[in-house]
């Protein structure tokens, strides 16, 4: 599928190395002034020289500046060829699926993130795409869900809330053989943990909301891709439908980025910090972090991802909400708030956020009991978290 020359931001920063990337990739100095930051180009139309003759350049829902070198930024860090950003995560799902004609069919993990599987289900589903939803950790289940109207898979590893990792090869491989389009949403790994277009995958999908934006104020969806084909759709999908970023966010998302290298390893290392914290506590039943050796996908994980993050999911011993409630409320460092991947460190009890519109029983089964909590560990001093926690867990009557 790969067609083309690559384009001249890859070739200059192809060969170096990720945080170097990072910082530079997509980014020149600004033309009329040598600003090293890309400017905030607010425009929504741009003067054309003659009647069809332009800059590139025609009206800013199609293309802005500022977009453009975000746009080549997220996708040196994938390593593809293309990206494009969204005005959300959402915005970014919601065209993809617009690649699918009704009847499609889309195979699709069972513990997806709740926004998709609400736009699947709720909006997708009245215009005739069909979604099946299988537990990932069973290959023949997979299997027996494949028809020949099977277009699309759409994996994300690690899950949310509890942490299972997918076997990507796996999947890829599958996609590959019955030319299925291969989707990875690879939010919670950041493309700096894992990057699925190196492996086959077809697509890659981000919430730039979270690791990539990483200060918890920006809403931005991306798509990376080698496919000069796909990118064409998705650019006219795009730009037809509308959910573009304003450049604003573009600039945000672009600043984030120039330290995504340096909050990861901070992420990962107080992940592994906090997690490990956690499992020695006698108030604390299950920790559900896939850097442990006993996690069960730990070696696919250490296959397909460079560490292990900051993403942490745990139990109580007896599963009482009222002590999940009340740990809920005793963190001082931590803040009780959805989302993630942000520099500050968040708790959040997915029974009674993300997950409450899940019946009970459903719920359990996939292991999202009362007393369960996730983290987002964020990169404030390692002491400071634990301390936190300990004296949180402190307060539970034991
Ligand atoms: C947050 C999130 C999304 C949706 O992104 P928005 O930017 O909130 O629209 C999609 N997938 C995952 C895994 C997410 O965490």
């Known amino acids: ?45 741009y003067v054309q020289e003659a009647p069809g003759v332009n800059k590139g350049y025609a009206y800013a829902r199609g293309k802005n500046p500022t977009r453009v070198a975000l746009e080549k930024c997220i996708a040196a860090l994938e390593n593809a060829r293309h990206g494009l950003c969204f005005s959300s995560g959402m915005g970014a799902a919601d065209a993809v699926i617009k690649l699918l004609r009704p009847g499609d069919e889309v195979i699709a993990s069972d513990d997806l993130y709740g926004g998709t599987y609400r736009m699947f289900t709720k909006v997708f589903q009245h215009f005739g795409i069909v979604f099946h939803f299988v537990d990932m950790h069973d290959h023949a289940a997979v299997q027996a869900r494949m028809s020949s ?22 999947y890829i491989a599958l996609a590959k053989a019955h030319r299925m389009v291969c989707v990875v949403d690879n939010t919670f790994a950041s493309p700096y943990l894992q990057n699925p277009l190196d492996m086959g995958a077809d697509i890659v999908l981000h919430s730039a909301t979270k690791y990539l934006g990483g200060h918890s104020d920006v809403i931005m969806g991306a798509l990376c891709m080698n496919s000069q084909e796909l990118h064409d759709q998705l650019a006219f999908i795009a730009n037809s439908c509308g959910a573009t970023p304003g450049p604003q966010d573009c600039f945000l998302v672009l600043r984030g980025l120039k330290t995504l290298h340096l909050r990861m390893q901070a992420h990962c290392h107080n992940g592994r910090a906090v997690a490990t914290f956690l499992r020695s506590q006698p108030r604390v039943d299950k920790v559900y972090w896939p850097g442990f050796p006993d996690h069960p996908n730990h070696e696919v994980a250490r296959q397909q991802m460079r560490d292990f993050g900051g993403m942490i999911s745990f139990t109580l011993r007896g599963n009482a909400f009222e002590d999940a409630s009340l740990l809920a409320r005793s963190v001082k460092v931590f803040s009780l708030a959805e989302s993630l991947g942000g520099v500050e460190s968040l708790l959040s009890h997915p029974a009674s956020m993300t997950h409450a519109s899940i019946p009970k029983e459903e719920r359990e089964r996939t292991g999202i009991v009362d007393s369960l909590l996730r983290l987002s560990v964020g990169v404030e001093d390692e002491e400071d978290l634990i301390e936190d926690l300990r004296q949180a867990l402190d307060q539970l009557k034991s």
């Open 1 to 45: 599928m790969i067609t083309g020359e690559l384009p001249i931001f890859a070739r200059k920063t192809k060969a170096m190395k990720f945080g170097t990337r990072a910082i530079h990739a997509g980014q020149e100095p600004d033309p009329t002034t040598g600003a090293i930051m890309t400017p905030i180009y607010q425009t929504s139309t």
């Open 149 to 170: 109207k099977t277009r699309m898979l759409w994996l994300e590893t690690p899950t949310n809330p509890m942490m299972k990792v997918i076997d990507l090869a796996h």
